[in-house]
């Protein structure tokens, strides 16, 4: 079985130094653009954040909008603008000069979205035009100031938008690409656009994009697919899938693990080099913590998938230990595995967890903030003398 601490060739291209993941975090301490058009931007001390944690063996940025229909958020970033892109040639060279490996995460919101984050008040888009009624967003309310909010009813696309959007994705890893990015996720999970056209029940299109068929209703995906690896060539795309989820208001699906199963075979057919798994883990401090959660994604079903997809499949959700996660990696359904929050407090974590070294903790106050380096980059790295200490 892999060891946690093992390298690996990801998508037979790209050499990771250990099998730990740092999954996409959006922390909102983005600069406001000189322009309307420039977006919110990343910054120096954005650079500092990723540099600080280049030891992880993946690292995957926060969520990026392709373009400004896209933006469904307050203070994401995106990369669609010279501005944009400047911004985050700061952050690949500072987690290369450290060593490091950073993927960019790009997504569209689709229907999760409010007018008031988007060009000349325009309404959000969607697969169609029925709104994500209960979900909110971070946008701005009638007196200007952000807050969570409602999402607005979408203007469903038109053939030709959905056609136009697979360039769009195109031309944001080609702008990844340039800035200096290693790779490329697709975010297809959480009821974001590419998710709403997956699903059987939402998806209720009768064009080409259609839910009347599997080949219909993923067709947008793998356009896009098609369309990044094509930027940035076989082994550097990853896709991240949450079946079974609901976030983002997505109806129950009785299609599902059919889906899931005709998505996994159809993306390692096109060179995509990792499948990234979000679900819920078992409570904490469940020692079968290693299991998935049948109402989520069971191992039988991820078998199947393994089965059928050649890449790599990298499992997130809950992970705050180094036995646990290394419980999951020894069921060999899995071979990266990612920690989200512990990142947040812990820039060494893999040091930390190689060395059995204590996990500081974050102030949940400061997760998403404008207050600068608190809570962002102030971290210490764990104190070598009280290593030397614990060990004695």
């Known amino acids: 079985m892999a060891d946690l601490f093992e390298t690996q060739l990801l998508g037979g291209t790209v050499p990771l130094k250990n099998r730990i993941v740092m999954p996409p975090m959006t922390r909102t301490r983005t600069s406001e653009g000189d322009l309307p058009t420039d977006g919110d931007l990343p910054n120096e001390m954005i650079a500092t954040y990723y540099g600080q944690r280049a030891s992880a063996g993946l690292i995957i940025s926060e969520v990026n909008d392709v373009d400004q229909s896209s933006h469904g958020y307050a203070r994401i970033p995106g990369i669609h603008s010279e501005a944009?892109?400047?911004?985050?040639?700061?952050?690949?060279?500072?987690?290369?000069?450290?060593?490091?490996?950073?993927?960019?995460?790009?997504?569209?919101?689709?229907?999760?979205?409010?007018?008031?984050?988007?060009?000349?008040?325009?309404?959000?888009?969607?697969?169609?035009?029925?709104?994500?009624?209960?979900?909110?967003?971070?946008?701005?309310?009638?007196?200007?100031?952000?807050?969570?909010?409602?999402?607005?009813?979408?203007?469903?696309?038109?053939?030709?938008?959905?056609?136009?959007?697979?360039?769009?994705?195109?031309?944001?890893?080609?702008?990844?690409?340039?800035?200096?990015?290693?790779?490329?996720?697709?975010?297809?999970?959480?009821?974001?656009?590419?998710?709403?056209?997956?699903?059987?029940?939402?998806?209720?299109?009768?064009?080409?994009?259609?839910?009347?068929?599997?080949?219909?209703?993923?067709?947008?995906?793998?356009?896009?697919?098609?369309?990044?690896?094509?930027?940035?060539?076989?082994?550097?795309?990853?896709?991240?899938?949450?079946?079974?989820?609901?976030?983002?208001?997505?109806?129950?699906?009785?299609?599902?693990?059919e889906t899931f199963l005709y998505v996994v075979e159809q993306l390692g057919r096109r060179g995509v080099a990792y499948i990234h798994l979000l679900y819920e883990l078992l409570p904490e401090g469940n020692m079968e913590a290693a299991e998935f959660k049948p109402r989520y994604l069971d191992h039988a079903l991820l078998a199947k998938a393994r089965a059928v997809f050649p890449g790599a499949f990298i499992w997130c959700g809950g992970f705050n230990d180094r036995e646990r996660a290394q419980a999951s990696l020894d069921t060999g359904l899995v071979d990266l595995i990612a920690f989200g929050r512990p990142y947040i407090a812990n820039p060494d974590l893999v040091e930390r967890l190689k060395h059995g070294w204590p996990l500081a903790v974050a102030d949940r106050s400061t997760y998403y903030t404008r207050r600068g380096e608190v809570g962002f980059t102030d971290f210490p790295a764990y104190p070598i003398g009280s290593a030397a200490r614990d060990a004695a």
């Open 84 to 257: 944009q892109m400047q911004g985050w040639r700061l952050v690949t060279d500072e987690v290369h000069r450290h060593g490091g490996t950073i993927f960019m995460q790009l997504w569209h919101v689709g229907r999760l979205g409010h007018s008031s984050l988007l060009p000349n008040g325009q309404a959000p888009v969607g697969v169609t035009g029925e709104r994500a009624a209960g979900s909110e967003v971070f946008a701005h309310g009638p007196d200007g100031r952000l807050r969570f909010m409602s999402v607005e009813t979408p203007r469903p696309l038109s053939t030709d938008e959905v056609s136009a959007m697979v360039g769009t994705f195109a031309k944001a890893a080609a702008n990844a690409r340039e800035v200096g990015f290693d790779g490329v996720e697709l975010h297809a999970a959480n009821g974001y656009l590419i998710e709403q056209f997956m699903n059987s029940v939402l998806n209720t299109r009768t064009d080409r994009y259609g839910g009347g068929s599997m080949e219909d209703r993923t067709r947008f995906l793998m356009e896009v697919v098609d369309a990044v690896v094509a930027e940035f060539g076989p082994g550097r795309v990853g896709v991240r899938l949450s079946p079974f989820g609901k976030y983002g208001s997505m109806p129950a699906d009785p299609l599902t693990e």
